[in-house]
């Protein structure tokens, strides 16, 4: 199973951007109710941080602090396709990111996230 991101670009403070994570193939059907992706994103110099997850079967979402209200996570399970709206984007959203998936617990801890698409860079100006 390969993740392909897309959508980034560069915007100016409180535009919107919506971000695509296509999988090759959707979630077996061994796969537990725990599969999720997720959504992360690393600024030069800063490690990578979770931003949000969505459950695959049980439709629950995740959302880091710094994102609530303004970034939704939806996902067409049809198209093996996770979304990433973004809304009044800052500056400090700057960054590459990466869509990934796992099939375990904890959706918002990046361990245990084993597919990683290639990332794709948000730049938000001021």
């Known amino acids: 199973v390969q993740l392909q991101a897309s959508g980034g670009g560069l915007v100016q403070a409180g535009d919107s951007l919506r971000l695509s994570c296509a999988a090759s193939?959707?979630?077996?059907?061994?796969?537990?109710?725990?599969?999720?992706m997720a959504w992360f994103r690393q600024s030069p110099g800063k490690e990578r941080e979770f931003v949000a997850a969505?459950?695959?079967?049980?439709?629950?979402?995740h959302y880091a602090d710094s994102v609530k209200g303004r970034f939704a996570i939806s996902r067409d399970n049809a198209k093996n396709t996770v979304f990433l709206q973004m809304n009044s984007l800052k500056p400090d959203d700057t960054a590459v990111y990466y869509c990934?998936?796992?099939?375990?617990?904890?959706?918002?801890?990046?361990?245990?996230?084993?597919?990683w698409g290639q990332g794709t860079q948000v730049t938000v100006s001021s």
């Open positions: 193939e959707g979630p077996a059907s061994t796969y537990t109710p725990e599969y999720t």
């Open positions: 990934a998936a796992k099939d375990s617990q904890s959706p918002m801890l990046i361990q245990g996230y084993y597919l």
């Open positions: 969505a459950s695959w079967r049980r439709g629950s979402t």
